[in-house]
């Protein structure tokens, strides 16, 4: 993320308008950047320093810029590893003997002085070879002048949406599971959401922390700027949020035509492969029948009262919901039962793990089927087929 | 009427909306809020001893499902200890301030020995809050003495709990989320850090009902420190350098040294001084206000003008820094007193490590790794090191009795940094006579510098 003296943008018509960095403009002064990293490797930290004053001492664009670049690389230096405890050594015995030297040291003379104590000193080595800036750079980030940019560029956004007040993000999700693992990742980093709209094609979150219902709380900042991060990773949204920064509001949008690259671990790819298996398995053997939908409708029963379905099927007009409760969502399934339990229009699946033991009460429209460790597939095609399908027939 | 439930989380405190009734409207509505993304009502922990008071005194039930912390007992080690006059009337007025409250008495004059008081008096679960591990070390060797317990601690990738534990700010403002309801009794040591931009949601997310802030210097160059008021509480006992200078501080004297530079050093300043000066008066900034520095700041970077200006800055700064004379003063003070401990305060790392190298003395950074710091501070302690440098480390806090002569070589204008240095060598000690020489470069901006600094009453000698 970049610091607050980092950043670059403009405030028109009361938006903030961050100034993206170019590939075709700036590709020059990041593979410069890199390069002069790449020539340092094997030189002192503080040489590295010398060689990139050019670019900090520049005209007030480039040196903003270049600072900016070297912010994103700095973090990913490795250094020789040094033996900090012979350079602690020399430094207990220079100091033992120094101090020697000022107590017997009996008339006032600067120049013997220092020589005195410039003899103390192991003529190897200097005193504090071990700071930072006499480090000798082992490796810098093998990252092309491109993956630079795009890191810049995302970093360049968190370091503006660190200043925001109320973030409002917009999904059009491919699946269930995405949506799952975003408000997964929300509710991990203590973020707290408010479904404000929800449609087969958008969901609208309000993003906030806990303090944010008092007035000036920069406590979650962080963690919402954080979210940028993930969000090239769903595919298409689109980022509203207001921003106060040096006494200055406006409103800063993103979305998915800005192409903003994230270099974060994929967040949202993962599927157990037992999940895959058995949706697969349940698909090839009810297709003739039953419509699957990737991404079913993210149901909202009351204003504040939501859930979300693993999968979903139609058939004849009639949506069959499954909700998979594997053995650590026990207060997940009592919250959704309790959600669920008065819409007597849907047909709900609960596939449970045996483990869970909860006595829930029965409901019409709640179909409780329970699995031992991995959700079977068979067990589920035989329900429909029975259940669903012999009764629902013609 | 269903009894409400409270509920902590993270940093805050909850009833859920279905549990808010008649009476938590009528005597909690000044401090709870509707959330409507969850459904419930929250108000922030700080608010938690308010709330609970509030329902427990007009005989309102209700369900605590907040509180982590338990009643203990803490005996000191040592009990023939007697506290000094002034130690017992400042916890005696913390306690007459429902234990909630700022004290503020010099470096040296036992603040430490002062919240082992109140701890023990209190007796809650405690969480003591420090600026810098080195203070966070001194604090777990203050408790593991006087009470001969384990003390826990939060900061430098530690993370331990114990029924007194101490945590560093920045620790803090990421992990009391987590741990807000785990202590009853909250202890800011220097707390004039506490009303910082992120730093105060340490105190905001807290629910401990008692608080106990302490410092030498409240003041804030932003005039936050009244937010101490509503994070801790009101100031309730106060003593300065000066009342206590004799009798419980060491007598002191402050010397401000003047130091020519050597002609080429004027030359070269009077140049650079000239190339900055003129640029600020063609560019009417006006240094009085805050913002300046700023205006400053982004006018350097937008003409090859500025950034001249900028350079010359920084090079007249740097040749007062460790001008030719100054250093050879330095080492006549150091000759001068090189039977006693001397401190010598830079104003950054450089001009620390320079004079490390330089005359060959131990330095302590923010770079100084722990265990390295700990054996500088010991060998200090012991006499085996007679000198210690350091820029800003040892400002605040640090524990370092035996000093007894500090040398100022450069500095900030700072009021605080400047009665914070003092404060290091005041600690009593017996026939302790403590000197402060300030040296500055003569006829330079360092003498309006030093003035600012010294508009406080322990230099009006």
């Given at each position: 993320?970049?610091?607050?003296?980092?950043?670059?943008?403009?405030?028109?018509?009361?938006?903030?308008?961050?100034?993206?960095?170019?590939?075709?403009?700036?590709?020059?002064?990041?593979?410069?950047?890199?390069?002069?990293?790449?020539?340092?490797?094997?030189?002192?930290?503080?040489?590295?320093?010398?060689?990139?004053?050019?670019?900090?001492?520049?005209?007030?664009?480039?040196?903003?810029?270049?600072?900016?670049?070297?912010?994103?690389?700095?973090?990913?230096?490795?250094?020789?590893?040094?033996?900090?405890?012979?350079?602690?050594?020399?430094?207990?015995?220079?100091?033992?003997?120094?101090?020697?030297?000022?107590?017997?040291?009996?008339?006032?003379?600067?120049?013997?002085?220092?020589?005195?104590?410039?003899?103390?000193?192991?003529?190897?080595?200097?005193?504090?070879?071990?700071?930072?800036?006499?480090?000798?750079?082992?490796?810098?980030?093998?990252?092309?002048?491109?993956?630079?940019?795009?890191?810049?560029?995302?970093?360049?956004?968190?370091?503006?949406?660190?200043?925001?007040?109320?973030?409002?993000?917009?999904?059009?999700?491919?699946?269930?599971?995405?949506?799952?693992?975003?408000?997964?990742?929300?509710?991990?980093?203590?973020?707290?959401?408010?479904?404000?709209?929800?449609?087969?094609?958008?969901?609208?979150?309000?993003?906030?922390?806990?303090?944010?219902?008092?007035?000036?709380?920069?406590?979650?900042?962080?963690?919402?700027?954080?979210?940028?991060?993930?969000?090239?990773?769903?595919?298409?949204?689109?980022?509203?949020?207001?921003?106060?920064?040096?006494?200055?509001?406006?409103?800063?949008?993103?979305?998915?035509?800005?192409?903003?690259?994230?270099?974060?671990?994929?967040?949202?790819?993962?599927?157990?492969?037992?999940?895959?298996?058995?949706?697969?398995?349940?698909?090839?053997?009810?297709?003739?029948?039953?419509?699957?939908?990737?991404?079913?409708?993210?149901?909202?029963?009351?204003?504040?009262?939501?859930?979300?379905?693993?999968?979903?099927?139609?058939?004849?007009?009639?949506?069959?919901?499954?909700?998979?409760?594997?053995?650590?969502?026990?207060?997940?399934?009592?919250?959704?039962?309790?959600?669920?339990?008065?819409?007597?229009?849907?047909?709900?699946?609960?596939?449970?793990?045996?483990?869970?033991?909860?006595?829930?009460?029965?409901?019409?429209?709640?179909?409780?089927?329970?699995?031992?460790?991995?959700?079977?597939?068979?067990?589920?095609?035989?329900?429909?087929?029975?259940?669903?399908?012999?009764?629902?027939?013609? | 009427?269903?009894?409400?439930?409270?509920?902590?989380?993270?940093?805050?405190?909850?009833?859920?909306?279905?549990?808010?009734?008649?009476?938590?409207?009528?005597?909690?509505?000044?401090?709870?809020?509707?959330?409507?993304?969850?459904?419930?009502?929250?108000?922030?922990?700080?608010?938690?001893?308010?709330?609970?008071?509030?329902?427990?005194?007009?005989?309102?039930?209700?369900?605590?499902?907040?509180?982590?912390?338990?009643?203990?007992?803490?005996?000191?080690?040592?009990?023939?200890?007697?506290?000094?006059?002034?130690?017992?009337?400042?916890?005696?007025?913390?306690?007459?301030?429902?234990?909630?409250?700022?004290?503020?008495?010099?470096?040296?004059?036992?603040?430490?020995?002062?919240?082992?008081?109140?701890?023990?008096?209190?007796?809650?679960?405690?969480?003591?809050?420090?600026?810098?591990?080195?203070?966070?070390?001194?604090?777990?060797?203050?408790?593991?003495?006087t009470f001969s317990i384990q003390a826990g601690r939060i900061g430098g990738g530690v993370k331990e709990l114990q029924n007194i534990t101490v945590c560093t700010y920045d620790s803090a403002q990421l992990m009391m989320e987590y741990i807000g309801n785990r202590f009853g009794f909250l202890i800011c040591d220097e707390c004039h850090h506490l009303p910082g931009p992120q730093y105060?949601?340490?105190?905001?997310?807290?629910?401990?009902?008692?608080?106990?802030?302490?410092?030498?210097?409240?003041?804030?160059?932003?005039?936050?420190?009244?937010?101490?008021?509503?994070?801790?509480?009101?100031?309730?006992?106060?003593?300065?350098?000066?009342?206590?200078?004799?009798?419980?501080?060491?007598?002191?004297?402050?010397?401000?040294?003047?130091?020519?530079?050597?002609?080429?050093?004027?030359?070269?300043?009077?140049?650079?001084?000239?190339?900055?000066?003129?640029?600020?008066?063609?560019?009417?900034?006006?240094?009085?206000?805050?913002?300046?520095?700023?205006?400053?700041?982004?006018?350097?970077?937008?003409?090859?003008?500025?950034?001249?200006?900028?350079?010359?800055?920084?090079?007249?700064?740097?040749?007062?820094?460790?001008?030719?004379?100054?250093?050879?003063?330095?080492?006549?003070?150091?000759?001068?007193?090189k039977q006693h401990s001397i401190l010598i305060f830079t104003d950054d790392n450089k001009t620390a490590y320079r004079i490390g190298e330089t005359f060959v003395l131990p330095v302590i950074t923010h770079h100084t790794k722990s265990a390295e710091r700990k054996e500088f501070l010991n060998k200090f302690k012991c006499g085996a090191y007679p000198i210690l440098v350091s820029s800003k480390v040892l400002n605040e806090g640090v524990d370092v009795p035996e000093a007894n002569v500090g040398i100022i070589l450069s500095g900030s204008g700072s009021k605080r940094e400047h009665v914070q240095r003092l404060g290091r060598i005041l600690r009593k000690g017996k026939n302790k006579n403590a000197v402060l020489y300030e040296l500055i470069s003569k006829?330079?901006?360092?003498?309006?510098?030093?003035?600012?600094?010294?508009?406080?009453?322990?230099?009006?000698?």
């Amino acid at each position: 993320m970049l610091k607050k003296v980092h950043l670059r943008y403009k405030i028109q018509s009361n938006h903030i308008i961050p100034f993206y960095l170019q590939l075709n403009k700036w590709r020059e002064l990041s593979q410069a950047i890199l390069d002069t990293y790449t020539s340092c490797i094997g030189k002192k930290y503080c040489e590295l320093e010398e060689a990139l004053s050019k670019y900090v001492n520049n005209t007030e664009s480039i040196a903003k810029v270049s600072k900016g670049l070297i912010h994103i690389i700095e973090k990913k230096i490795e250094f020789e590893p040094i033996n900090s405890e012979k350079y602690e050594i020399n430094r207990k015995n220079c100091f033992l003997k120094s101090a020697e030297s000022i107590r017997s040291n009996e008339n006032y003379d600067y120049e013997s002085f220092l020589n005195i104590s410039q003899n103390n000193k192991n003529s190897e080595s200097t005193l504090y070879g071990d700071l930072k800036e006499n480090q000798i750079i082992l490796s810098t980030p093998s990252w092309t002048c491109d993956d630079l940019i795009h890191r810049y560029n995302l970093s360049l956004v968190q370091g503006i949406l660190i200043f925001a007040n109320d973030v409002t993000l917009s999904i059009h999700p491919e699946s269930a599971q995405k949506i799952r693992s975003l408000l997964r990742y929300l509710s991990f980093m203590g973020l707290l959401f408010e479904v404000v709209k929800n449609h087969s094609s958008e969901v609208l979150l309000k993003i906030s922390g806990p303090l944010n219902a008092f007035s000036s709380s920069l406590k979650y900042r962080s963690k919402i700027a954080n979210i940028i991060g993930i969000l090239p990773q769903l595919g298409s949204y689109t980022l509203n949020a207001k921003i106060s920064i040096e006494q200055k509001k406006g409103i800063l949008f993103i979305d998915d035509k800005k192409k903003l690259k994230s270099h974060y671990k994929p967040f949202f790819e993962y599927t157990p492969e037992e999940i895959k298996s058995f949706i697969q398995k349940v698909d090839s053997s009810l297709k003739k029948v039953l419509c699957f939908r990737s991404y079913p409708v993210f149901p909202i029963i009351e204003v504040k009262k939501w859930y979300i379905p693993d999968y979903c099927w139609v058939y004849n007009e009639m949506q069959i919901e499954l909700l998979i409760f594997q053995k650590y969502q026990k207060n997940m399934l009592l919250n959704t039962y309790e959600k669920v339990v008065s819409l007597k229009n849907k047909t709900l699946v609960f596939f449970i793990d045996r483990s869970l033991k909860i006595d829930l009460p029965d409901a019409a429209h709640i179909h409780k089927i329970y699995f031992k460790d991995i959700p079977s597939s068979q067990k589920f095609i035989q329900f429909i087929k029975k259940d669903i399908l012999n009764k629902q027939s013609p | 009427m269903s009894i409400p439930n409270f509920y902590f989380e993270r940093g805050s405190i909850t009833i859920p909306a279905a549990e808010w009734n008649e009476n938590t409207q009528l005597f909690l509505s000044h401090i709870f809020k509707y959330d409507q993304r969850t459904d419930q009502y929250r108000a922030e922990a700080r608010h938690y001893a308010t709330a609970m008071l509030s329902l427990h005194k007009n005989g309102i039930a209700y369900k605590d499902n907040i509180k982590q912390f338990n009643h203990c007992d803490f005996e000191f080690t040592d009990k023939s200890i007697t506290p000094r006059p002034y130690q017992t009337e400042a916890l005696n007025k913390f306690r007459a301030n429902r234990s909630r409250a700022c004290i503020i008495l010099p470096t040296g004059a036992g603040k430490s020995f002062l919240a082992m008081m109140a701890i023990q008096k209190v007796k809650r679960d405690t969480l003591i809050l420090v600026p810098t591990l080195d203070l966070l070390e001194q604090w777990i060797e203050v408790i593991e003495k006087t009470f001969s317990i384990q003390a826990g601690r939060i900061g430098g990738g530690v993370k331990e709990l114990q029924n007194i534990t101490v945590c560093t700010y920045d620790s803090a403002q990421l992990m009391m989320e987590y741990i807000g309801n785990r202590f009853g009794f909250l202890i800011c040591d220097e707390c004039h850090h506490l009303p910082g931009p992120q730093y105060q949601f340490a105190a905001i997310m807290s629910v401990a009902p008692f608080r106990l802030g302490l410092t030498a210097t409240p003041d804030r160059s932003d005039g936050k420190n009244a937010y101490l008021n509503d994070l801790i509480g009101p100031i309730a006992y106060e003593q300065q350098i000066q009342q206590m200078s004799g009798v419980y501080l060491s007598d002191y004297q402050t010397h401000l040294i003047e130091v020519p530079l050597t002609d080429e050093e004027d030359k070269e300043y009077r140049h650079e001084r000239k190339i900055y000066t003129d640029f600020i008066r063609k560019n009417n900034i006006d240094f009085s206000s805050h913002a300046s520095w700023f205006d400053f700041i982004s006018l350097c970077f937008s003409s090859e003008d500025g950034k001249k200006a900028f350079k010359a800055h920084q090079k007249q700064k740097n040749i007062l820094k460790t001008s030719e004379n100054k250093l050879k003063k330095l080492y006549e003070l150091i000759q001068k007193n090189k039977q006693h401990s001397i401190l010598i305060f830079t104003d950054d790392n450089k001009t620390a490590y320079r004079i490390g190298e330089t005359f060959v003395l131990p330095v302590i950074t923010h770079h100084t790794k722990s265990a390295e710091r700990k054996e500088f501070l010991n060998k200090f302690k012991c006499g085996a090191y007679p000198i210690l440098v350091s820029s800003k480390v040892l400002n605040e806090g640090v524990d370092v009795p035996e000093a007894n002569v500090g040398i100022i070589l450069s500095g900030s204008g700072s009021k605080r940094e400047h009665v914070q240095r003092l404060g290091r060598i005041l600690r009593k000690g017996k026939n302790k006579n403590a000197v402060l020489y300030e040296l500055i470069s003569k006829n330079t901006s360092e003498k309006w510098q030093s003035r600012r600094r010294r508009e406080h009453s322990a230099y009006s000698q």
